[in-house]
């Protein structure tokens, strides 16, 4: 197998999305400025990065997609048997998608408009959706294209509920959305682990999560008016939120990464 393409892949798709983001940015595709990102406490400035360190704080999710990348390019965990160590597909769809969620968040914090928000939506639905559908196929034993179609499933009730159905209950909206998939993929997880008697390094799945929570406290209390927030200043809480995300996505590729099933089949 050709492991280039693994790196290759998330480069190419990084750098496209970046020379958009920026051509859409100074063209003003996302639309005129507006109220979105102002809730996450940094001041809005007249400039054509409005929110800079909400924005840049987002390079902590292509960073880690490229590490990831190269880590798998050279094999770096061929000791573990799963479908991230010994598919190129995988690996390769996984890294991406962690880069893309860097310009997919900036997009949101450098324009403060209402496309902008979307883009730092879809994001998130795109995590939710790999976790779901990857523990889905491994529970079941599934092929790539049940993958694909799991995930576009994911992606479409999230983007439903995103235009739709946000108002149909006073629980459900375009962020519990990604919530609840995000609580079916962890069920789905230890699901894998029970049934399918998985080998997991379990610290991983462990820092993950503690670095997660730690990360959504200190978002909870960066908020516009919370105590954390210091509007003017370049140490905003919610950025610390993007660089412990992205810490806590790289944990959770390690947890994923030293998987070992006996009864392992694609």
């Not at 883009?119 to 559908?133: G, I, K, N, Q, T």
Request: a positive charge; one cysteine or more.
């Amino acid at each position: 197998m050709n492991k280039k393409i693994i790196f290759i892949t998330p480069l190419i798709a990084l750098i496209v999305s970046l020379i958009l983001f920026f051509i859409a940015l100074k063209n003003s595709w996302f639309g005129e400025p507006g109220q979105r990102g102002l809730i996450f406490c940094e001041h809005s400035r007249n400039a054509i990065i409005k929110q800079p360190a909400n924005t840049f704080s987002n390079i902590g999710f292509m960073l880690v997609g490229l590490i990831i990348a190269w880590q798998m390019m050279n094999e770096k965990y061929t000791f573990s048997k799963n479908r991230l160590t010994t598919t190129l597909f995988y690996p390769t769809f996984f890294a991406t998608l962690c880069v893309l969620m860097g310009p997919g968040s900036m997009a949101m914090h450098a324009s403060t408009s209402i496309i902008g928000s979307y883009f730092d939506v879809l994001s998130m639905y795109l995590l939710a959706a790999f976790m779901f559908a990857y523990a889905f196929i491994r529970l079941f034993n599934l092929s790539e294209p049940t993958f694909f179609i799991s995930f576009l499933a994911v992606i479409v009730i999230c983007n439903l509920v995103y235009f739709y159905f946000g108002n149909l209950f006073f629980w459900l909206d375009r962020m519990s959305i990604f919530g609840i998939f995000i609580v079916f993929a962890t069920l789905l997880e230890y699901l894998v682990i029970f049934k399918k008697q998985t080998i997991f390094i379990k610290k991983w799945m462990l820092l993950s999560t503690i670095t997660f929570v730690i990360a959504a406290v200190i978002w909870h209390f960066s908020k516009t008016g919370n105590i954390l927030c210091y509007e003017y200043s370049l140490i905003q809480g919610h950025a610390v939120w993007h660089i412990l995300d992205a810490l806590a996505l790289y944990f959770l590729f390690r947890y994923y990464v030293s998987e070992k099933e006996n009864r392992y089949g694609k």
